[in-house]
């Protein structure tokens, strides 16, 4: 869920300026699930473009407090939301933690990086979400650490059905800056992309694990 539509379409503005993301409907990408896609995100790059990277935290910081209040702790999922996560927390003057995929094989054997005590509440920050399974493992993780989860603020999801029922199911509360609907409506607006390509782009959205 979107909380500020003027927020969403700048967002997507910026992300398209820096072709964090990029849309190529004529040479479809492939993911790591194998699925065929006109899409490709990549917002690990606005760290590298500090005007960016810097309107983004702020108001990733300003919408998490809204949302959410004020948590103890600020926790990035490792490895995309690392750098933002700890931006954001920097922002709120918060500590911060990154949560692995899973536990290291050697050393402590960490999955979550940093000092978390237990019943100290959560805000988790993500850099992009699709089906969601990784970050609602990130949330497990921290749950099962003992923390007190408040809920998730990503910067994009394409909004895939699948995740949406995955957050509701695992009783996680999502928003984001920006996301799928909003990304397509700059880039036809912008005529980054034609009608056609809209189309395509539209189709894919709808069922994107069998499309070609």
């Known amino acids: 869920m979107v909380l500020d539509k003027d927020t969403a379409k700048k967002t997507a503005e910026l ?17 790591a699930s ?15 473009f500090p ?33 933002i996560g700890m931006l954001v927390a920097e922002v709120l003057s918060l500590p911060f933690v990154y949560v692995r ?16 005590d237990r019943g100290q509440s959560v805000v988790v920050v993500e850099d992009l979400i699709s089906t969601g399974k990784s970050s609602l493992n990130a949330v497990k993780a921290l ?9 998730m603020i990503a910067i994009f999801s394409y909004g ?9 199911e695992n009783n996680v509360s999502l928003y984001t800056l920006s996301n799928y609907e909003y990304l397509l409506e700059q880039a036809a607006h ?7 390509e809209l189309q395509t782009l539209q189709d894919w959205r709808k069922d994107p694990g069998n499309w070609k």
Not at 15 to 31: D, E, G, R
Not at 52 to 62: D, L, T
């Open 101 to 116: 995929p899973e536990p290291k094989k050697h050393g402590r054997g960490n999955q979550i990086e940093g000092f978390l």
């Open 15 to 31: 992300l398209l300026q820096i072709n964090a993301i990029k849309l190529n409907p004529k040479n479809p990408f492939t993911w």
């Open 51 to 83: 005007p960016i990277r810097n309107y983004i935290r702020e108001h990733m910081a300003k919408q998490l407090e809204e949302l959410y209040g004020k948590p103890d702790v600020i926790a990035g999922v490792a490895t995309g939301a690392i750098g």
């Open 34 to 48: 194998g699925w065929k896609s006109p899409i490709y995100c990549d917002n690990r790059i606005v760290l590298s």
């Open 160 to 168: 895939f059905d699948v995740s949406v029922e995955n957050f509701k």
């Open 143 to 151: 749950k099962d650490e003992g923390a007190v989860v408040k809920g």
């Open 190 to 196: 912008t005529n980054y992309i034609n009608e056609k």
